[in-house]
C-alpha cells in the first residue's frame, strides 16, 4: 500500500470515517521521497537500534523507519487514526503504536524500560502547534537520546540554527545549543503535504552531545539567565535581566554582568552560550 498516495489516503479516510483534524497539526507527506529521505538521514551506525516516533499520521514515515530500525515505537495523539494504522502497519511487527500525547509521556521511563541496550533517535513529520513545546520536552525529559530528526516549520529551523545577535536569535538558540549539535538537512515544499500547509518545511537534525559545551554550576539558573536575558529584547541586558532576578538590585545586576566579562551596554540577545552559562555562574554565587 503507498500511504503517500492521496488516493489510498482518501480510501483509509472513507473506510475509517477519518476527517482531518487542524488542531492536530495534520499535514500528512504525500510524495513518497520524503519519508524515505527522513527515515534514512535519521539512522545511525549502532545496533541494536530503536526509534520513536511522534505522530505517525496514516504510517507513511512509520514504514520506512520500521525497515531501518530494530523496534519503533510510534506515540499518535488522535484515537480516530489506531484502526487506521492498525491496516497500515499490520506486516510490521516490530512497529509499536501507542495512543497517546506525547506530551503527558515519560519518555526517560519508557525508553528505560523498553530499549535498554539500543541506540534511540527520535524521528517524526512534527504537528507544527507544539514543535517547540516537543523539543524542549525531548531535552529535558532526561530520556537517553542519540540523535532527533524531525521536521519543522522553516521559521523555526531558522532560530534554531541563528547566530547570536541576529534577528533569528531567540531564547531557544542557546538553549537547544546546551543539549545538541543542531544542523539544517533540508527544506521541504507545501505541496509535499496533504493537505496543502501554508509555509515552507525544514527537516533538522539534533546530535546530543555526548560532553555538554558548557558546565553550569546550576542548569536552572542558566535557564532562568536565558530567559531573563531574552526577556526584553532592545532593553539594556541589567533591565531584562531584572525580569528574572527581581531579588537583585539593579546595581548588584550591573556588578554580576561586569564580573561575567560582559559588556555593561550588551543586549541579551547578542550573548552567546559562553557568555549566558558564565553570567549565570556569576548569579548563582551572588545569590547563595
Ligand atoms: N507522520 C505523518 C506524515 O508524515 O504523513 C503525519 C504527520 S502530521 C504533520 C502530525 C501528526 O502528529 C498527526 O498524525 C497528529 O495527529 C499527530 N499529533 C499531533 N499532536 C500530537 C501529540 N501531542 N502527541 C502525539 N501525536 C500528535
Known sequence: MNLTSPSVIAGLCDEFGFKFKKKFGQNFLINPEIPKKIATSSVGDSRPCACIEIGPGAGSLTVELASLYDKVTAFEIDEQLIPVLEKTL???????????????VDLKKYIEENFDGYSVTVCANLPYYITTPIVMQLFESGARLDRIVVMMQKEVAQRLVAKAGSTDYGAITPTVQYYAKTTRLFDVAPGNFMPRPDVTS?????DIHKEKPVTPISEEYLSRTIKGAFALRRKTLQNSLATEFGGLSKS????????AGISPSARGETLDLKQLSRLSDVLYNKIH
Open 90 to 104: 499490520a506486516e510490521h511487527s516490530n512497529v509499536t503504536v501507542i495512543n497517546s500525547d506525547i506530551l503527558e
Open 202 to 206: 525544514t527537516v533538522v537534525c539534533f
Open 252 to 259: 548588584e545586576l550591573a556588578e554580576c554582568i561586569e564580573e
